[in-house]
């Protein structure tokens, strides 16, 4: 789920238990878990990237991986729950916005970053709904308001918090799901072809998946740095697709990936270490050739 869903989730259920708990405290243990995993990455990638947005996910440190575990897992949020009940009493409820987040996390993640819940016990992961879909997340936020207005009802909250998940869902939304993927044209075996890149998690993690027709586009181009081998498969994937696996601008290899619906769950891995693959549909348009 998203980072400012569950802050705003954290400060609700603080106000569920206890009427007198501290909001912000809340939505701070809420937000904790992600800020910690991507906070340092972002910043880094931000400061160089001067100011733009656009964060370079494809070279994620394993530090990342390494704080998302620990974040990330039911066992040990359970453990420092523990922990501040011991030695910060007075937040013992607000810290329960931690463990909410993971709970929250394990059914609505898929592909990109699946919630190790039981880390370091167990990597058992579920594949649930991925958060990112856009009726996801407008019935998320509906279900955010909709509790809000029951906590003022009840006299939990004052009608100020009420403006907040609304502001936030139509904002959030809006930014992240009516923006204009970015496309670049390439030259490919004597033929141009528009490509959307992949330059968030969210797109890196979806490629393709759940699109049944494209008109504005012929495939998708994603970015590894530094090269690495990499394997892709065809779950929710509904495009007769053609992978080319490059290195160093040299294509080492090709392979069919056929559609969940013609052949079921497949998956292909790249004969080596790769810089970029390419994505391109079957039967796409082909705006020029030479």
Same mark, same amino acid.
């Given at each position: 789920m998203d980072v400012f869903a569950h802050g705003l989730y954290g400060g609700a259920f603080s106000r569920i238990i206890k009427p007198k708990t501290?909001?912000?405290?809340?939505v701070l243990f809420g937000v904790l878990p992600d800020v910690i995993s991507f906070g340092p990455h972002f910043i880094n990638s931000f400061i160089l990237n001067g100011s733009s947005f656009n964060v370079p996910v494809f070279n994620i440190p394993s530090y990342v991986n390494n704080l998302y575990n620990i974040?990330?897992?039911?066992? #040990?949020?359970? #453990?420092?729950?523990?922990?501040?009940?011991?030695?910060?009493?007075?937040?013992?409820?607000?810290?329960?916005?931690?463990? #909410?987040?993971v709970l929250f996390d =394990?059914?609505?993640?898929?592909?990109?970053?699946?919630?190790?819940?039981?880390?370091?016990?167990?990597? =058992?992961?579920?594949?649930?709904?991925?958060?990112?879909?856009?009726?996801?997340?407008i019935l998320n936020y509906i279900a955010i308001s909709i509790i809000f207005l029951v906590l003022l009802k009840y006299r939990r909250v004052s009608?100020?918090?009420?403006?907040?998940?609304?502001?936030?869902?139509?904002?959030? =939304?809006? #930014?992240f799901t009516l923006r204009k993927p970015e496309t670049l044209n390439l030259n490919l075996d004597g033929k141009i072809y528009i490509l959307r890149t992949a330059k968030t998690p969210w797109e890196k993690a979806q490629g393709l998946s759940k699109i049944r027709e494209a008109k504005e586009?012929?495939?998708?181009?994603?970015?590894?740095?530094?090269?690495?081998?990499a394997t892709f498969w065809n779950k929710n994937t509904y495009l007769d697709l053609e992978?080319?696996?490059?290195?160093?601008?040299q294509i080492i290899g090709r392979d069919e990936l056929p559609s969940i619906t013609h052949r079921g769950l497949v998956t292909k891995t790249s004969p080596g270490k790769i810089t970029e693959v390419i994505e391109? =549909?079957?039967?796409s348009r082909i705006h020029f050739t030479y």
């Open positions: 501290s909001f912000w405290i809340a974040t990330h897992s039911l066992i #040990l949020a359970i #453990l420092l729950s523990f922990t501040v009940w011991r030695f910060l009493p007075k937040y013992k409820l607000e810290f329960l916005a931690w463990p #909410l987040h =394990i059914p609505t993640h898929t592909n990109f970053y699946t919630t190790p819940f039981l880390w370091p016990i167990s990597n =058992i992961k579920i594949h649930g709904i991925s958060w990112g879909q856009t009726w996801f997340m009608w100020k918090f009420l403006i907040i998940p609304v502001l936030v869902g139509v904002v959030w =939304i809006s #930014l586009y012929d495939g998708m181009i994603f970015y590894f740095d530094p090269p690495e081998q992978l080319i696996w490059i290195n160093n601008k391109i =549909i079957k039967q």
